[in-house]
C-alpha cells in the first residue's frame, strides 16, 4: 500500500513540476505585452488569452501536487488538537463526503465541456486573435481524474494512519524557506549541545 501512495504522490509531483513551467512562460508573456504595448506603443492580440490559458492550467493540474504535498489551506484550530488517529478519520469522512463528489462532478462535466469544446473547435472570443481553446478545456477533466488518484492515496494514507496512530512521511518536493531555517537552526542548537 505504501508503494501505491508513494507511486500516486511521484505521479501528482511530475504533473505539478512540469505544469509549474507555466509561471514562467506567463511571467515572459507578461513581460512582453507590457513592454510591446507601453514602449513600442503595439499591444498583441493573442497575449491575453494566452496568460488567462497558462493561468488556468497552473491553477487546474498544480492542485493534485499541493494535495500531494499537503499544501491545501486548512482551518484546524480544533483539528490539530486531536489525535492522529481522530485526524484521519475525519478527513476520510470528509474525502468521501465532500471530496470525491465533487470531484467526480468536475470529471464528468468537465469532460463534457471539453468533448463540446473539441466538437466545435472552439476558440476565444476574447481577442480578435480567434486562438483555439479547445485544448486548454481537456485540462478540466484530466485534472479532476489526478484529484480523484490523488484522494484516493489520501484516503490510503488515512488508513495507515488510523490502523499506526502516525502519519506516513510525504515524499518532499519543496519546502518553505522558513521550515528549512527552522530546521537549521535545530541541527546548530543540537550540535552546541
Known amino acids: 500500500m505504501i ?3 508513494h507511486a500516486i504522490e511521484e505521479l501528482s509531483i511530475w504533473v505539478g513540476r512540469t505544469f509549474g513551467w507555466c509561471i514562467l512562460i506567463l511571467t515572459l508573456s507578461v513581460a512582453y505585452e507590457v513592454f510591446v504595448r507601453y514602449v513600442l506603443n503595439a499591444p498583441t492580440v493573442w497575449a491575453f ?5 497558462m493561468y488556468g492550467a497552473l491553477f487546474l ?5 499541493a494535495l500531494a504535498q499537503d499544501t491545501h489551506v486548512r482551518a484546524d484550530v480544533v483539528y490539530r488538537l486531536l489525535s ?3 485526524q ?4 476520510l469522512i470528509l474525502y468521501f463526503c465532500f471530496f470525491f463528489p ?15 469544446s473539441w466538437r466545435y ?5 476574447n481577442s480578435p486573435a480567434r486562438i483555439q481553446i479547445y485544448f486548454f478545456k481537456t485540462l478540466i477533466p484530466l485534472a479532476a481524474g489526478l484529484f480523484i488518484i490523488q484522494g484516493i492515496a489520501e484516503c ?3 488508513y495507515l494512519a488510523i490502523k499506526s496512530g502516525s502519519w506516513l512521511p510525504r515524499l518532499k518536493d519543496a519546502q518553505e524557506t522558513e521550515d528549512i531555517l527552522l530546521q537549521q537552526q535545530a541541527a546548530a542548537a543540537k550540535a552546541q549541545a
Request: some cysteine; aromatic content about 12%.
Open 3 to 5: 508503494k501505491t501512495i
Open 49 to 53: 488569452d494566452m496568460m488567462v490559458q
Open 61 to 65: 493540474m498544480a492542485g493534485p501536487y
Open 84 to 86: 492522529i488517529r481522530w
Open 88 to 91: 484521519a478519520r475525519i478527513d
Open 102 to 116: 465533487g470531484m467526480l462532478a468536475l470529471a464528468w462535466y468537465g469532460a463534457e465541456i471539453a468533448a463540446d
Open 121 to 125: 473547435k472552439e476558440v476565444s472570443w
Open 156 to 158: 490510503m494514507r488515512c
